[in-house]
């Protein structure tokens, strides 16, 4: 059975997340904001919920190195914690950049930095990040500046971890979806069709497979889930 963490695993995808792969029959490690949203997801025997602050890297750190401690192996991570807020440069402050910056950055990093070690010393394992469209296409992160600069960040983090790991069997994946078929999207956005975009299902499978011995040759991996949107 192998072991991953999920943070955010409450939300919209990371609730579909943690059902695959409770489905598959991995251990599954989550991470909710506070107690009281452990009781958002449903109990199982191969859950193991902790609410943590991952924008505090010593919580954050102590929180990897005492589930390594419990389980031995953490075979991954899916890191699907993070934040949406629009404006364009002459619309966004400081602040705004820096809380974009910490919820959608140094949420990962601060789970990665120990989690790497862990991954780097057993010579095998996978972190996979969630970017977003507007970090690398310049027509849309014009107007979302800070949530793209902050998501930006997750690939070059990728690109320099995927470069220390070479020949270590440990890759680290982002995957970069489109609009997520939600209620709250489709409440926001009544006139567009859903059909068009992309099902928190289907990047939950998306994201057991890169996590699984199925996609071990995989490297350097950015995956575009846009589906038509």
């Given at each position: 059975m192998k072991t991953v963490i999920i943070t955010g695993a409450n939300g919209n995808l990371g609730l579909a997340v943690t059902?695959?792969?409770?489905?598959?029959?991995?251990?599954?490690?989550?991470?909710?904001?506070?107690?009281?949203?452990?009781?958002?997801?449903?109990s199982h025997p191969n859950l193991d919920i902790?609410?943590?602050?991952?924008?505090?890297?010593?919580?954050t750190s102590e929180y990897v190195k005492v589930s390594i401690q419990k389980y031995g192996t953490i075979d991954g991570a899916l890191l699907l914690v993070g934040g949406f807020t629009m404006g364009s440069l002459s619309e966004t402050s400081g602040e705004d950049l820096h809380k974009q910056i910490a919820l959608n950055f140094e949420t990962a990093f601060y789970v990665t930095r120990p989690?790497?070690?862990h991954l780097?010393?057993?010579?095998?394992?996978?972190?996979?990040?969630?970017?977003?469209r507007p970090a690398i296409n310049?027509?849309?992160?014009?107007?979302?500046?800070?949530?793209?600069?902050?998501?930006?960040?997750?690939?070059?983090?990728?690109?320099?971890?995927?470069?220390t790991a070479k020949g270590m069997n440990v890759s680290v994946s982002v995957v970069v979806p489109s609009t997520l078929d939600t209620a709250l999207n489709r409440k926001s956005m009544p006139d567009a069709d859903p059909e068009n975009w992309v099902k928190p299902s289907e990047i939950a499978e998306t994201l057991e497979f890169l996590i699984s011995d199925k996609a071990r040759a995989l490297r350097e991996t950015v995956l575009k889930m846009y589906n038509n949107a």
């Open positions: 059902k695959e792969f409770l489905d598959k029959n991995y251990r599954v490690l989550a991470t909710v904001s506070n107690e009281k949203e452990k009781t958002d997801i449903p902790s609410a943590v602050n991952l924008t505090n890297e010593n919580e989690l790497f070690e780097i010393k057993n010579k095998k394992g996978s972190i996979v990040f969630i970017g977003a310049p027509a849309q992160g014009k107007g979302l500046i800070a949530y793209g600069l902050s998501k930006s960040l997750l690939f070059k983090l990728a690109e320099f971890l995927n470069e």
